[in-house]
């Protein structure tokens, strides 16, 4: 008697198909592989088959723990992002940059960054601060600064596009 334990309302045919798994395409086996081919585990259901207690006391309680989220029985977990309170993203231009619309076109590939950020942290923009800095070697002043605010929160940033185009 099988001991495979599925969520409700799957069909005998998935059943039958997660029980014949070969016994390498569960990852947390890897390292057990030589022993349970030895012990005749060669699919999960041979694994599902042995006692619970036994499995854990001698491969360990992940192995289970990995069965029983690959079966469904048990829920995955997952760590949330979190994502930092403040972004600060920097890109190097392919070549030197002598006015605006080349600049601007490093500033869309930050924009679609801080979109994306925004989007994430599910808030708005209320002002953006971009900062360039200019090769060294030239007779200009090594950085330069563009400050844009906002009245309201913004996510969707082809206005804050526009306002820096200008």
């Excluded at 760590?79 to 500033?107: F, N, R, S």
Aim: proline residues 5%.
């Amino acid at each position: 008697m099988a001991r495979l334990r599925m969520k409700a309302g799957q069909d005998a045919g998935q059943r039958q198909r997660v029980a014949e798994m070969p016994m390498h395409s569960l990852s947390a086996a890897r390292p057990h592989l030589g022993v349970l081919e030895r012990i005749g585990c060669r699919t999960w259901d041979d694994l599902l088959r042995l006692p619970r207690d036994g499995v854990a006391r001698r491969f360990g309680a992940e192995l289970l723990q990995a069965l029983d989220r690959a079966c469904g029985t048990v829920a995955d977990e997952y760590e949330w992002q979190v994502l930092p309170e403040h972004l600060e993203e920097k890109i190097e231009l392919d070549a030197l940059v002598t006015h605006a619309p080349a600049l601007m076109a490093g500033a869309l590939r930050l924009l679609a960054r801080l979109q994306a950020w925004l989007l994430g942290r599910q808030s708005g923009l209320n002002a953006l601060r971009l900062t360039w800095h200019l090769d060294k070697r030239r007779d200009v002043p090594p950085t330069g600064e563009l400050e844009v605010r906002t009245a309201q929160p913004a996510q969707d940033l082809r206005h804050v596009a526009r306002l820096l185009a200008e």
